[in-house]
């Protein structure tokens, strides 16, 4: 029985010691070595419809060597300040396996030391927010080391602001009306059809 007390102890010990060390990796300890850009048309753009053309890079004003142990770049769609107010779900926490940022994955992908660029097309389950573009740089273990964004520290700067789908499709409206006129002409008919069984007794 003590042995048993003791081999769940030392499990517990150990997960949270793992937790600690490779678990609880917070946004603030990363470093910005990562430059980001995005770009798109002017307006609102619309999901299921628009592309965004992403650009990310190492910095290089960071010495050689900043970026030896990044392995893989992952890139996200993140909520802005201004779309996260009173909805938890989307709620910004410095401890990064809470963080509810970044929800929407753009690529994810081997690291390559040279400026990379790839055309998004808005997934159709985006929702109506304001967002900005946000690039990981993770490491063998596929734990976050570095990052880059493109807007600010505050979020305030180049967000843009996504529709999402609300209407029905155009396939759909002219599907609905050619069931609906089918419907009548149907109805027609089985009217006609009556009306003629009516009159034949008369006759």
Not at 5 to 17: D, R
Not at 72 to 94: F, G, H, M, N
Request: hydrophobic letters at 40%; aromatic letters at 10%.
């Amino acid at each position: 029985m003590a042995a048993r007390v003791l081999v769940l102890a030392s499990i517990l010990i150990f997960s949270c010691f793992a937790e600690t060390c490779y678990g609880a990796i917070s946004f603030s300890s990363l470093q910005r070595t990562l430059v980001v850009t995005a770009s798109h048309r002017q307006g609102l753009l619309k999901a299921g419809e628009d592309k965004i053309t992403v650009r990310w890079g190492l910095n290089q004003s960071f010495p050689a060597g900043t970026d030896s142990s990044y392995k893989t770049i992952k890139v996200q769609l993140c909520y802005a300040p201004i779309s996260q107010v009173d909805r938890a779900w989307r709620k910004t926490e410095d401890h990064l396996n809470k963080d509810k940022t970044c929800q929407f994955k753009i690529v994810k992908k081997p690291y390559i030391n040279v400026n990379e660029t790839l055309e998004w097309t808005i997934e159709r389950d985006v929702p109506t927010a304001t967002f900005f573009i946000r690039a990981y740089a993770l490491d063998s273990d596929d734990h976050e080391v570095a990052y880059g964004q493109n807007t600010d520290a505050e979020k305030k700067t180049n967000l843009f602001e996504i529709q999402a789908i609300t209407g029905r499709h155009v396939s759909l409206d002219i599907a609905s009306v050619c069931f609906s006129a089918f419907s009548v002409v149907s109805l027609m008919g089985f009217f006609f059809m009556e009306k003629r069984k009516a009159r034949k007794p008369q006759q």
